[in-house]
Every structure is written in structure tokens, then in C-alpha cells.
């Protein structure tokens, strides 16, 4: 179990189950005994009424700070790791629960303050943040994170008693109001509501919670500032529109709960969902994601949520304007008119402070294209990384691993702003947050910094390079003389196939297909054609008509996800079945790091969008300009997808740095690797 | 017989220089000749078999399942009988020459015990019973036994050489490198390489071995009782090839009174499909002989498919005796389950992705016909079967899907 609690991807949505906490001292025994039952059957009905009726308006949700990617978050998250590691004990007896449960009513009720009364001290938020973290947010975590996923058990806790409670004596007033309050979307889940009602009555009769004020900085008045202005937004929002409307994005959201961004929502599901004797669980995680939350948006935000997207983009520092028109099925992805930000960003250049010029380098690369490539984009980004890291020196009063985390943390939300991580770059960075997570406190800083720019370049090295060159050795075995190795795109790996092919003195043919609007295997074919192969070049329109010549079809690879499937650039797969119609071997070349245990069917759910605009255009052809005004179109969409997932049956093999793979062992090399090799 | 054929014999003659040559005709002496001592057994290591044309792997099948003749059982008497004899070091002193002593010499760093694993593997390699990969680990367990090192690094690159003399003697026995590798993994890949005192190390891997050895010679059994299961009353089922795990599981099934009826394809060239029925006709099982060529024909009466593997791959495919492919689509077609009985130390760690991407392991064809000048013989004497066409694989591990295989592969290796 620890091993999984290692920081995870920002991309990976599972990536609520982990966290730093240490086990031990989240899992006391003494709350073991199964209180969830109790709760449901004996939760004291009194109570419960009362919670609605008092003057505090139970209408209000909290937003839940878990899911709160601000600042908010933040400072929970931070209170909550500090107050990780005492349990708040929890009396036997239930009716006790509800007085000790007070961190969570005194959390909860800061919270809908903020989302009602901007006015509200954050102190007292923050305060309530720390205590909250026991135990009360799990009810409404549980739910929405698909219940199964965690293995460590933590016995049932008092939060999800609460919830139950609420939900089952609250009823009355909360619905009806709910529509006011920011989180007008809960309002579909009258429990979550009653919830919180609860949460807050009890915090009154605790207010022990609120004296404890702590001094905020700068960074964290700011954060509860956004938050409040959010709140209110929200608000507006969900009064002219009515829940359904906006928490459309519920339903998304139990997926991807994971980090991000806007609080309010966030609470909705879990509820509703939440399995009871799944929710015990939870509590424990909560801590370490806290942590991990940081401010970065979730990497898979979906972009059809309004309200979320509104949020992120207060945050961004690329101003990315949206396209108007989007294709109907991929409205969840961001779609962004290019080109525009560039010289914004350039502007504000000496005004980004926290962000570190390497960094800030390297995204407006990312962003303009001059990087890309799995491999190149992620090692443009771990030295960027650390560049940084060399750079850093721990604010006063700050921990170095929190710190430097939150700072990674915060580039990282850059970088996708500039675009959308690429999996082997999410696990990366899970790579250098479990390094820094892991370093040991004893360390000095200059000490801790070393170590983790040595951590960064043995990653790249073994990781990547090393890696690289093992595939090869693997590969050229597979090459015969007299074959015709067809690959598409520009894959670096598959580039080194062939070189180091050559230089072996194999005799064999090459068949670079292309695509537009990237035409990358133009780049390849002339670096081919240099070093004196036999090439022929193609685009993929013409690949039924040049697949009865091959015999060996080597393609790179973005991702392999645990079902075999193959994440790779748009036209893999139509290249890829093509092979496999006329039963041509299709080897698949991909390091192991960028292996991923998600599953995916489709290409649909998660992908990136291009410029629309390059598909409309096509250089040198004045005359083609049908096109040129498709904005202004209402009934016309284009769609530059940039992936495509290849499903495992049309690959014959994965060629990794373990060896060469069947696409079904996949997940058994993420089993058994990933844990020790994959993040060393 | 291809042995006597005229095309073999014309390879004999070629090769007469060939050190190996001693137990390709055991058939025509009841005793194996003695090497010659003019061979040196270092020639013999870079390339084994100077003629291509003949898969060593193949010669030793051919000895052990050929069918079955008086002077084979002679020789299987003698066989058994040495067996007797302590396994290491002194059998083959009498044929180790001084240059064996020389080898050792090197291998060993110590000094001038004669031994060699080839001499120790050929003569486990007789045992008719004993499959090659089996007779592999057992030189193997003998060279941990006899070496002389005295360190750990020591006796594991002594080992290692040990294998990699053994598996450059033939390159196309699949399960002969396999069982070589997996014998390696399992025997080093303990705590015994962290113990302080040597001998105490020594004797565990000594254990380690044996025991290992000990597991492959009972893995038959292991394969014959989980395979009977799916032998149920009155089934038809299509055998190819000489398999003796699968020989193993129909004579298991039958003692358990199965009542089934048993097709035994030819197995040209060297039919060994005739010795199978022989076998199985004296179990009392109903055996009915086809041709290869009526595999289709028949395949509307079989319920199921049984076949051995010389090697099963990392893709979950197995490599096997010539024709098992075409079985296997035909049988895909039809919707007939094709099981596979290989024993775990056949697991390899190859991944063909064609007919084609194997090392070619050759087998002179006897067509009875002199062979009109100009004309090719396809002399291939095994072909790939994709995982998508096999059900299921019975082995030592249990019965896996093909895509076990891998998962098992890397659990092995990596």
C-alpha cells in the first residue's frame, strides 16, 4: 500500500488514493469497530433536526476543500499534514462523535461562509481546514472516488457516520435553499446538503475551532480570496441556472475528481454515491492528497464544464483564448485559438515571479511547438525541473518537501496551460514528487538539492536514454535483410532502430508515412535519406496501396495503457490495422516509463486538440481557400485530434526496455516494475 | 527412417569429423561408440553442428522416438542401466580427452579434473525418458558439484559458461537454452549468494539444482493430471507429432478407464505419429492413423486437439513439429480447442513474429524418390503457432491461456 501511495501523475484522475500520510499513524485501532452501522441505525434523529433549523443556513455547501485546487486546498491541505499524523481520536459511542466530530462542523461552516459571506475571516477557514482533516471530509470524498480503489483500510470514521446522519435527518430544509449558495449544484443531492447543515450545527456547538487563528501568507489570503470571489460567481451562476445546468459537470467529475480546481462542485456526487462501507476507507487518503493537490488543475478537466473552466482560467498565466466552435463530441477537451498568447506571455515575462525562467522557457516551447516528442517534451521538462530545483532555496518558516512540491506543483499547472501534459511527462513528475517526498528530513538543503538533480538526471538517463538504447538491441533482432520497415510519424526510438540497423549492416528498405497537417516524417525521411537508406515516402492516404510491400511495421508510442492499448499519435491506429488486414507484424516501441495503468477504449474521452486552423490551410495552395472563414461558420466544426488509441489487437508486440512484450503484459510489467524500476 | 536414407547417409559421410556424430546411430551399435579422442571439445563450441543441415535437437527426438526398433531398446537398457552410475565426473573420463582436462582446467580455475558438461549432458541426454532441457539441468547441477571454485563469482561464471557451452552445442533446441536459463535463474537467483561460508552456499545451490531437477522430471506428471480433465468419454481427439507429455496425459486418461478414440497424424518425416499409435494401440486406447495431409478431412470428427511444444514463446505461441500450424488453423476454424502440454522449462524467452523468425533448425526429408535436380526441399522441421490459435496450455503451473506465458516469462526473468 505505501508503495501506491506514492505521489501519482497529475494526469492519473486515481490519483486521490495516494498520498505521503504515513500508514501508521493514520490507521489507529481504535476506530476500527464498525461505525458505520451504528450510525445509520441509532444516529440521533434530535440532532440531525436541529442541525437544519439552526440559524446557520444548512443550505450551504462547503465547498469541499479536498477538491478545492486553490489556495484553499492548499492551506488545508497543509494544516491537514500537519495534523496528519494525530488521529483525532473517536469516542465509542456515537453521540459523543458529534461533539468530537467538531473539527469537521467547524470546517465545514468556514466554508459555506465562504461561499455566502466573503466577509468571513479566512482565518477561521484555514483553522478549520487543519482540524477538518481527520476525519469529516471523507463522506464526501468517498463517494466520489470510486469506492474500491483504496486499499488501506481505514476503519469507518465519524465523518461518514456524519453523513449519514445528515442525509438521513436532515430532509427538510436544505434543498430548497441550496439553489442560492455556490454550490447550487448539490442541489440534486439533498444529502449532501443536510450534510453539511449537520457539519455546521455541530460546529457551533463546538466553535472551539474558530480562536484559533493563524497568520496567513500572502500566497494563502490570496488563495481564500479567489476562492470567495469563486464562491460568489458560483452563486450568481447557479441562481440563473439552475443546478442541472451546471453541475453537468458532476457526472464527469466522479471521474476526475481528483484535484483541481473549483470547490464548490466538487461536493456534489459523493453523497449520493458514496457507498457506505467504502467511505471508511477514504479518510486516510485524504491527507496526502491534499498535499498532492497543490494548485494545479486537473490535467483532465473536462472543458465543457463552464464553471470550471471559468476558474482555471483566472488562475492561468497563458491568456489561451477558447475557439468558438467546437466539435460536439470532444467539447470536454480545451480547444484554444493559437497563436495568440505568445506575445502576452512574453509581456508578462518579468512579472511572473514564481515562475522560474527555465520553466517558463520551456512552456512557451511547448506552447509555440518547437518541442515535441513523449520523450523530448519530458526531458525538456525534468531539466527545466531542475534548473529550478538548483535555483531554489527554501522560503523561511517553510519545509523544503512542501514547499518545493507546491512549487513543481504551480509549474506544472503552467506547463499545461501552455499544453496538455503527455503521460510519460505526468509520470515523471510523479517520479520527482515521490523523490521529494522521500527525502529525509535530515537532509540539509543544498544536500536535498543535489540529490534530487542527480535523481533527475539518473531518470533521464536510465529512464530515457539508457532505455532507448535497450529497445534498440531489441528491436534490430527483429529486422532481417530484404525487409521493408514501414513507420509513421517521427518516432525518435524508431529513428534509432534504423540508424543502429544500419550500422550493423542489415539490408532493408524504409517506408515513411506521413500526415498532414504535422508532416513530422518529412524531418525523419531527410535524416534517413542523409545517413544513405532506402526510403520511400508516403502519405497515409496511400497505405493500403504500400502495406502489401511491407513486412515489418515499427511505430512509436505516446502511451500503452494496461489493456495493450497503444496512445499514440493521430493515424497509429488506421496504420496499425491497415498492418494487421495484410498480416503484417506491427512492433510497437515503447519505454517503460511511459507505461500507464489506466484503460482507455476510445480516443474520444481523452485526447488533445489542435489549431483547428492548419487542417484548414494548406501551404503553398493559394487557391484553397474554401476554408478561410470556417469560423464564422455556425455549422461547420473542424477537428485536429492529435492522439488515437490503437487497440492491442492489431499490435503484435511492444518492444520496451524489459523486452519484447505481447500487448497483454502490459499491465503485469506496471504490476510488478512499476513500483521499484519505474519511479526508481 | 531418415537415418538410413540415402541423403543421411550422404550427411553422415560429409560430416564425418562431426564430435557429435557418436550418438547419431546409436540404432546400429547396441553400445554408443566412444568419441573419438582426436575430437576436441573446444572446436565443438562455437559451432557444434558444422552441417547445417541437421538439427541436432532433432537427432536426439529421432533417437528417442524414432520407431521403435530392437537396437533402440538395447540402447535405452544400456542407457538405464548407467544410470546407476554417479552422475558426475566419472563416466565420461574414459572419453575426455586431454583437452577436455584442458577446458575444465580453464572453466573451473582449479585444475585437472576431467570434466565436461557436454559429456555429463550426453549422457543424461540417452535417457530416453529424459527430456533434453532435463538432461541440460542435470549436467548443470553436476557442474556445481564438481567445481572447484572456491568463491561465489566463482562457481556462478563457471555456471554460466557451463550453459553457454551447453546451449552453443545445439543453438536449435529451444528448450535446451530455455531449461539452461531458467536453471540459471532459479538456482542463482537465491539468498544462498549472500551466505558467508561458501560450502554452506555451495550446498544450497547444489539442493537448489537437484531440487529444480527434480521439479522438471515431475512436471509430466503435474501436466498429465491437470490435461486428463478435459478428456472426457467417448471424445475424439487429433494428436501430432510424438509428444511425451502428451503421451503421459491419454495414458493417465486411460488408466482413469476414459473412454476415448485417439487420431494419430503421420508426423512425416520422420513418422513419428507411427510410434505414437504403437503406443497408444498397447494402452488399448483406438488409434486410427491419417496422413498429414488429412488433417481437414477428418477434423469434423475431433473434439479436441492435442499437441506437444519443443518451446513455448513468449508470446504464448508455441514452436512445434512441423504441421502443428496448419492443425491449429484448421482446427481454429472449425471452432475446435487446440490444447498444448509443455512443460514449464520449455518456456523461452523468444518472441517469433513469423514463420520465418526463427533460427532454422533442418531435417533432411526422405522422399523415397530421388529429388529431380533443380528442385527445392523445404527441409524446415518445425513452424510457429500463434497464441490466437491455442486454447489452452497445459503445464507444470497449472493451465494457462497463451497469454499467461508472458506474464509468467517476466515474472522469471526480470
Redesign the interface.
Known sequence: MELRRAPRTVIDPKVRQVGFITPGATLPPARSHSVPTDACSTSPPALDVSLPGSSISPVMIPPPRHASADGLSSLARSAATAAAPVPVPVPASHLRRDTVQIPVGSYNPSETLLGSSPMMSPSSGLDAGSEFSNEVPTSTWLGRRGSGKFASSFPATSGEMMAMKTTGGGGGGSTPKSSLTTASVVKALPGVSEKDGGALIEMQNEGTSKPQKQKTSKAERRAIQEAQRAAKAAAKEAGGVKPSASSGGAVPALKQGKVAKPSSQRKDGPQVTAPVTSSEKKVVDRLPEKDRKKDVPHPRMQFDDKHRVEKAKRRAVVNQSEARSRVELFRHLPQYIRGTQLPDLESKFFQLDPIHPSVYKVGLQYLSGDISGGNARCIAMLLAFKEAIKDYSTPPEKALVRDLTAKIGSYVSFFIECRPLSISMGNAIKFLKSRIAKLPHTLSESEAKSSLQSDIDRFINEKIVIADKVIVRHAVTKIRDGDVLLTYGSSSVVEMIFLYALELGKHFRVVVVDSRPKLDGQALLCRLVAKGLNCTYTHINAISYIMHEVTRVFLGASSVLSNGTVYSRVGTACVAMAAHAFQVPVLVCCEAYKFHERVQLDSICSNELGDPDVISKVPGWKDLNHLDNWADNENLQLLNLTYDATPSDYVSMIITDYGMLPPTSVPVLVREYRREHLWI | MWLRSASFVLDKRLQQQEPSSFFHDPRDSAQPPPPSPSVDPMDQNPDPNPNHGISAYYQTRAEHHAVVSSDWLAQAQAAIGRGAAPPSGCWPSAAASSAVAARTGSVGGGGGKPFSVIDEFNYWRKKPDLAEAVAAIMALAAVIRSSEATTMMELEIELKKASDTLKSWDTTSISLSAGCDLFMRYVTRTSALEYEDFDAAKLRLIERGEKFGEISLKARRTIAMLGQDFIFDSCTILVHGFSRVVFEVLKLAASNRKLFRVLCTEGRPDRTGLRFSNELAALGVPVKLLIDSAVAYSMDEVDMVFVGADGVV???GIINMMGTYQIALVAHSMNKPVYVAAESYKFA?L?P??Q??LAPALRPIDFGVPIPSGVEVETSARDYTP?QYLTLLFTDLGVLTP?VV??EL??L??
Open positions: 513468449e508470446s504464448g524467452r518472441y513474429l513469423d520465418k523468425d497464441p497469454s508472458s506474464d517476466i515474472q526473468y526480470l
